[in-house]
């Protein structure tokens, strides 16, 4: 087997700066990631073993003294073992390096960063009016749900304790674990499940809530159903969906909106059709006829010789238009009423007319 030229396999100069190795290391090491689509276990090995030696000094200095052989003139690279390190699969990997790339597929980095605790979000249904859909209004909901402990306000812990570090993670904020992947067992880092990854627990916990700053209870939430609002449409009100852990950001509550049917009106964006039957002598002869809308009984003209089926149209009696101004239309169709039964007067003058 021909000997290895570390450089080579990463790509650079042999006069290149502890920087660049680094920054060629990184690109390799993402490209060819065995967890990662298209990856390759043993490149990926070849190119963490040229990285292992090109990135310590001393080693470095010893490669470029007595080449592919340094091993045998002085201390081999698998012997001394690298801080944050580990031997897998016959390769040490410096995992302070590839923490930093791999993050995600490791996860998460070894450092003490914390996560914010938010409450879970609340979602449910509300009903409403056909026309309260269309106007608005304004609706009291109860919610039982974690709300902030009112005896620590949220905290957690008895007023005046102080916060110590946590036993679990001792103050870090995570805790590591190993995993086995082909590469060998790998060190993890994970958020603290003890601290919520805060790093400190109080020293004493309040009796009301046993530390967690929460409690069970209903509230009433005021919500004002804007005009407009059509069935299904999801409302977000910030800030009432469940309380966090210690004084955490709550979650939202989502309702979603649930119009009932009415048996006159149907809604199409925010236009209004109804369909109104008229006889058959107003059809023929024209004239005033009433129609009911959302805001009331308001009259409309027909032509002389109106057709069934023809459409009308009622400007802006429609739905208010969902947060600006104007409203849509109200489009009445109209139903011809034909008698199934004639006088003789009746049938006398159609006869007539005919």
Not at 65 to 76: D, K, T
Not at 245 to 251: L, T, Y
Request: hydrophobic content about 30%.
């Amino acid at each position: 087997m021909p000997p290895k030229d570390y450089y080579a396999l990463l790509g650079v100069q042999k006069n290149a700066s502890e920087d660049e190795i680094k920054a060629a290391f990184r690109k390799l090491a993402h490209q060819f990631h065995p967890d990662k689509q298209g990856g390759d276990v043993e490149k990926f090995k070849e190119i963490n073993e040229a990285y292992q030696v090109l990135s310590n000094p001393e080693k470095r200095s010893r490669y470029d003294q007595y080449g592919p052989g340094f091993e045998q003139a002085g201390q081999g690279f698998g012997g001394g073992g690298f801080s944050g390190g580990f031997d897998g699969a016959g390769v040490n990997f410096n995992f302070n390096d590839l923490g930093e790339m791999f993050g995600d597929i490791f996860g998460g980095s070894g450092g003490t960063r914390t996560r914010e605790v938010r409450g879970h979000h609340i979602e449910m249904d509300l009903h409403l009016s056909f026309r309260e859909s269309a106007f608005g209004a304004d609706k009291a909901i109860k919610v039982y749900k974690d709300t902030a402990c009112a005896e620590c306000s949220g905290a957690g812990f008895e007023r005046g304790s102080k916060m110590i570090n946590c036993m679990q993670c001792g103050g870090a904020g995570r805790v590591r674990r190993v995993q086995q992947t082909i590469l060998g067992a790998i060190q993890t880092a994970a958020t603290c499940t003890h601290c919520q990854g805060q790093g400190q627990v109080p020293e004493k916990t309040c009796r009301k809530c046993q530390g967690t700053g929460v409690t069970k209870q209903s509230k009433e939430i005021e919500l004002s159903i804007p005009a407009g609002v059509a069935d299904g449409e999801v409302l977000r009100v910030s800030g009432e969906g469940e309380a966090a852990p210690r004084a955490g950001k709550s979650g939202d509550l989502y309702v979603t909106v649930r119009v009932k049917a009415d048996p006159a009106f149907t809604r199409e964006g925010f236009d209004i059709k109804t369909q109104l039957e008229i006889p058959m002598a107003k059809a023929a002869l024209g004239g005033a006829i009433e129609v009911i809308t959302l805001d009331g009984p308001v009259e409309l003209k027909l032509p002389s010789g109106t057709q069934p089926g023809q459409i009308f149209r009622l400007k802006a009696r429609g739905v208010p238009h969902l947060k600006r101004s104007g409203r849509g239309d109200h489009f009445v169709e109209i139903k011809v009423k034909i008698p199934s039964k004639l006088s003789r007067e009746q049938r006398r003058i159609l006869e007539e007319w005919e």
